[in-house]
């Protein structure tokens, strides 16, 4: 009802506050998410660290019979068990959980919640039943809905508002994508998670692509497949795209998931798709071949914006594809966020306690140069005898498909003409996301030993940042970046002489190793998922003017 008598501001004004007020009156339950992941007490640190890597979230309920008892967040993690030096294993939840919970029946308002909050210093409030767990929410999720609610105005039903997908922007991410073995689907996978976990767009919709003769069974995010070799595969997605309330597109680029001469198939679709399109780049050549250099001109032709992860990528598209340099952003490479711990926290439970652990993750191909770095050890094991070489990863599936196990063994059998067969692992396995930062943080030197330059776009690089390790890293794009910063020590090219020396240094200058190690986790804060997740949506919203 309007007020007569009232200007115009003073009735927008009389309005907002009331729509506020009904926003806050809402019930909770209308804001919170559902099935929070839970622990029993008597489960252990480690459990709950696993849980909410797997999860992506800050808290774990811990329930017995259904009844909550405690909440664990991130910092209960690292005040009760971080730095009070406790064993994750041993330690159970019930032993650090933050109690008496506070929580609240769902049929009670927005209003109350904040209320309670607020009176008890709390960011997440557990939701019940009659006592029964059945949701949580954060105080930033429920101010970020009523804001986005006041702002938005939709007096005519609330509610409705508050469900409604349909006026949200809609993505569809071009990819490889799991449970497909590949980094771009990594990459993907969790650029598509980290957007989702915002709620400003709608739910994900992936178009993935299949590599030859390859079918998978892919979760609920994938909406539509390319068949790599099937040209027409790739008009049918644009099609489906066009057809859709998709509103911009990002594809994932990388010459060889796309079918065709230095990837051109990608070219088909781009030609055939009606929507806005910002492409990400995985591989930016300084070099490239003349092939090579035509279809990259022709994806940036028909792209809106690009994206590459490393700011010496828009000086090399500069220096090629001039005439493209307006269309050029920089969005670096996102990373998990996860606690910066002492490598022997871990180490018990993987079976490493006293070894002085090195590692390098990644699938395996001979692009990766870990022949370098074995032929490094020799000199590095007779000063420190308890050093462990962990190679992670199982063989890249298109090398599987081309060579078989040929890299592989040509690793194993260098490995014994060493003598190092005490001294080198092979964790031939394809690690999920939890397991993978494990290994890590119970790593204590991380070794990049690319053989070439190129690499402008590395995940096991930010991987290793973001678990706070002392990196070696020959000057490849992406690492000369940071070595700059000072964050990575840096060695030459297929030069396992130069690899030893690092390894040396680094484990005779503990106080060097260790500001290595404050500034790699540091320099990763501003990199982690959400804030780089934030950066796209931010660059979609630009492209659609909004």
Known sequence: MVDRGLRASEQDSVDSDRYLGYLLRLPVRTNMKETPPTLSPADSVSAA?????KENVGAIVVVEDNTPLGIVTEKDLLDRVINAKKDFELTSVKEIMSKPLISIESSQSVSDALKIMSEHDI???VITENGVLVGLTTERRLLEVAYDQYISRGYDDVRSGLYNEANKVGVAYVSTYPPRECGIATYTEDLVAAVSQLRILQPPFVVAINDRGGHYDYGVDVRFQIDREEIDSYTKAADHINRSNINIVNVQHEYGIFGGHWGEDVITFLEALEKPVVTTLHTVLEEPTQDAREVLRATLERSDFVVVMAKVGIRILENHYEYFADKIRCIPHGCPNVPQVRPETFKQSLGLEGRTVLSTFGLLSSGKGIEYAIEA?????????RVLYLIIGATHPEVRKREGETYREKLLNLVDSLGLWKNVKFVNRFLPRNELIRYLQATDIYVIPYPNREQISSGTLLYALSTGKAIIATPFLQAEEVMHEGHIMGCEFKKPSSITECIMTLLENVEYRERLE????????????????MEYVNLFYYTLGL
């Open 377 to 385: 050890l020799p000199e590095v094991v007779k000063k420190d005898p």
């Open 518 to 533: 404050r500034g790699a986790y540091q320099y990763t804060r501003e990199k982690i998922w959400p804030n780089v997740a």
């Open 49 to 53: 660290i696993d849980a909410m890597m």
């Open 123 to 125: 960011r997440r409030l």
